[in-house]
């Protein structure tokens, strides 16, 4: 729903009592379109709505107060703890707050940075609906504290609240950024200004002009990242969202895919289609989701079994400043499909070839004025001289492509 255009959708969210409405008031300051999807649920719902009416046609009149209001706490008594009646009240007001969603967002101007402020967007599962999240997170001490100080909740209501909802662990791993939130609120709009200024405005230019990010001069590499495939699956799950049918997979590959194994900090994707033709038609929607197109033809470099033309390929490059990735769109079954999952899953396999490739990547980073170009080039002799010892190791073990 949100992905189709050119404008950078944003969704934002955080436990209760983290601090999340303050960062969307910042946001808002700072020119953001804020949609607040609790302000959303309200509307859908209130006097005279059709919305109210389907809710007391499910529920019963017992749910509208004396004046033909919803009685938020009678209903919220009836669907506290039954999954059924939980998911019939969400199967009438989330239809309808998507769809005011989508029409708030489409009213927003062509470069806006459209923020929707959604609680429960982890629960839902909406990441992939958005070019980011951001998550608000606070010491769980601290956001009793703020719910019985500022709401007027008692602490065993705040902590059972909180203990209602889904973890920080949880969270985290949905969130492209983290916004600590235990200090002062001076502190919080700083960390959301320099958001703005050096991640959210950049990418959505990015996104509407469809620029890549020209790659680093420098290079450098860092140790294994355990949150790196974490970050693979969000950023699979809007590439699969953006290109719907004509993916036939998404795998994680290159040195960010293999534990232990040193490496630059960009996410490698391999985006499997049927054919080149097929990888031009979801240009534009990969673009749009915030990859665009890599300008000209691309090919990997031919090993000695293979020739040039079977070795092309599209590249899409992440127009998110503060994540990094390439997406290789390559022809299921093609030599370049093939070597990137073999070599993957060899390196995965033998901790010994890892750690000798590991020894590499060190050697050649330690040269004086060694550029990122010069290392891919260095490297080169290395893949070509690994190709038969992968070839032999796959038929040893019969591995196949196809897992």
């Known amino acids: 729903m949100l992905l189709t255009g050119a404008m950078l959708m944003v969704g934002l969210t955080g436990g209760i009592g983290s601090g999340k409405s303050a960062v969307a008031t910042e946001l808002a300051a700072l020119g953001a379109v804020v949609i607040d999807a609790d302000r959303i649920a309200r509307e859908v719902v209130a006097p005279g709505t059709d919305g109210l009416a389907e809710v007391a046609a499910a529920f019963g009149p017992a749910v509208l107060t004396a004046d033909g209001a919803l009685d938020r706490a009678f209903l919220a008594s009836l669907v506290f703890g039954d999954e059924s009646a939980r998911r019939r009240l969400e199967g009438i007001t989330h239809p309808r707050v998507r769809a005011r969603t989508a029409q708030l967002a489409r009213t927003a101007p062509a470069d806006a940075i459209v923020v929707n402020d959604v609680p429960l967007l982890v629960e839902a599962g909406l990441g992939a609906t958005y070019h980011l999240v951001i998550v608000v997170r606070a010491a769980v001490d601290e956001r009793i504290a703020r719910l019985v100080r500022e709401r007027g909740m008692t602490e065993s209501d705040a902590r059972a609240r909180i203990q209602a909802q889904v973890d920080d662990a949880q969270r985290v791993a949905a969130a492209d950024v983290v916004l ?110 915030g990859f665009p197109r890599l300008p000209g033809q691309r090919s990997d ?93 796959a038929h040893q073990t019969a591995w196949s492509a196809s897992a």
């Not at 534990?259 to 985006?271: E, S």
């Not at 499909?337 to 060899?346: G, V």
């Open 180 to 289: 600590p939130n235990d200090g002062t609120l001076a502190e919080l709009a700083g960390r959301v200004r320099t958001l703005w200024t050096e991640r959210l405005r950049p990418f959505e230019e990015n996104v509407r002009l469809r620029r890549v990010l020209p790659a680093p001069h420098e290079l450098v590499i860092v140790p294994y990242d355990p949150s790196w495939p974490t970050q693979y699956a969000r950023l699979a799950a809007r590439l699969a969202r953006a290109a719907g049918p004509v993916s036939q997979r998404l795998d994680h590959i290159g040195s960010t895919a293999v534990p232990g194994l040193p490496a630059k900090d960009v996410i490698d994707i391999q985006l499997t289609v049927a054919s080149l033709t097929d990888a031009d038609t979801m240009g534009d929607a990969l673009g749009a989701a």
């Open 301 to 393: 470099n031919p090993k000695p079994d293979g020739t040039g033309d079977v070795w092309r390929k599209r590249v899409h490059v992440s127009a998110d400043p503060g994540r990094r990735a390439n997406v290789h769109v390559r022809v299921g079954g093609s030599p370049g499909w093939r070597y990137a999952l073999l070599m993957r899953d060899y390196l995965r396999a033998e901790p010994a070839v890892r750690d000798e490739y590991a020894a590499l990547k060190a050697k050649l980073a330690a040269r004086s004025g060694m550029t990122r170009a010069a290392y891919l080039d260095a490297k080169e002799p290395w893949f070509t001289a690994l190709w038969p010892r992968m070839e032999a190791w």
